[in-house]
């Protein structure tokens, strides 16, 4: 897990290279920024993904100019950041934010078995909103020859984490400013039907559950 | 600002150009994922930035590999995204999200001269909490010697953009799946006060007024 270039090189102690927790990481994430060089030219394109045991699925157009290099087995990495919340201090220097991340290297494959890339499909989707996939069309095979899906192995990561209050120079705990963590979460506003809904469809069980999921975090508070 | 680099590709009609809407959706986000290829292998790693005029600012310790390497001149892409929401569709193929993101190329310069690194710090600081500057101390001269700051400018970006339902194919919106958006924003919970806060700070009115626009999403729904 840990190579040269995953080692956490800024302070060290923020880094995790164990699979459980960069498995829980990207499980939680909903977004990743994918990055890679054409020409020595780097670009970072967020985009959803899926997990399935030790591999990272991404997708899209087979016209996608990411996706056709990445192909091409050159070098990547993708981040995931989830972002907990804001670190105020004393000091200007000091604030910073509580975070989990990973960053992940490799080459990614073409998956282009058709089991294998269907159950592909079925990670993205499920990783949006767990119960999905079953209470929609599955893809068809046009579909299937319309889109590309690769996968990146989940081999060289880290994760890095940071949590805990505000870390001041000890001069500095006396002056008269607030300190203390503003917590951020990811939170579901109140869903909008397809005004194009077929009537009579009520929201789903799984839909309830995942607004239920998305909104704990500020019922506590 | 739309350049061969820049022009968004897949999908043009969601591309953005002008300065209005690069500048709103960075000055919505909180970090940013700055991507750079070192020998060929591309890193993508998450910081805070903070805007002034058509520069983006990022910061760290002298000793960050990321920040050596910047410095060096070398090409980097830095990409912000916001995302708005979860677009359900009838269709697995169809899933998408709601979002807003910024990709923004170019060189980045070491900000030397103290009053602009101080401008900097200052940008990135008011970037995190508007009015959080003034109630803080203030860099020393060793921490800004102990601070790198470099400045992008924003010359080469494009925003990406999509709202709205999903769009299923003609044939499936007689299927009887629930379609719809579920909104997603980064909401505050409840501050944690710093442990260590002298007696008798009471919580500032930038802090409370940062709280109430992180609440507002949820108190409409």
């Given at each position: ?60 157009s ?7 290099s ?20 004393r ?9 989990r991340?990973?960053?992940?290297c ?12 269907m ?50 120079d000890?001069?500095d ?11 951020l ?37």
């Amino acid at each position: 897990m840990k190579t040269t270039r995953t080692q956490v090189k800024r302070i060290p102690k923020r880094g995790h290279y164990d699979l459980k927790t960069v498995y829980s990481i990207l499980d939680t994430g909903l977004i990743c920024h994918v990055g890679f060089a054409v020409d020595d030219q780097p670009f970072v394109i967020p985009t959803a993904y899926g997990r399935m045991d030790n591999r990272l699925f991404i997708h899209g157009s087979p016209a996608s100019r990411m996706l056709r290099s990445l192909q091409q087995g050159i070098e990547i990495c993708v981040t995931v950041t989830l972002l907990d919340g804001l670190v105020l201090a004393r000091s200007a220097m000091h604030h910073s934010m509580n975070y989990r991340s990973v960053v992940l290297c490799g080459t990614a494959e073409l998956v282009s078995e058709r089991e294998e890339k269907m159950q592909a499909l079925y990670a993205l989707t499920e990783h949006v909103m767990p119960g999905r996939w079953a209470e929609t069309r599955e893809p068809n095979e046009q579909e299937l020859t319309a889109t590309t899906v690769l996968a990146l192995p989940i081999d060289e990561a880290s994760a890095k984490i940071r949590t805990g209050p505000p870390v001041d120079d000890a001069a500095d705990y006396g002056l008269p400013h607030w300190a203390g963590i503003i917590p951020l979460r990811m939170q579901a506003g109140e869903p909008i039907v397809d005004p194009k809904l077929a009537e009579g469809i009520v929201m789903p069980a799984h839909v309830k559950q995942y607004l239920r999921k998305r909104r704990e975090f500020l019922e506590v508070v």
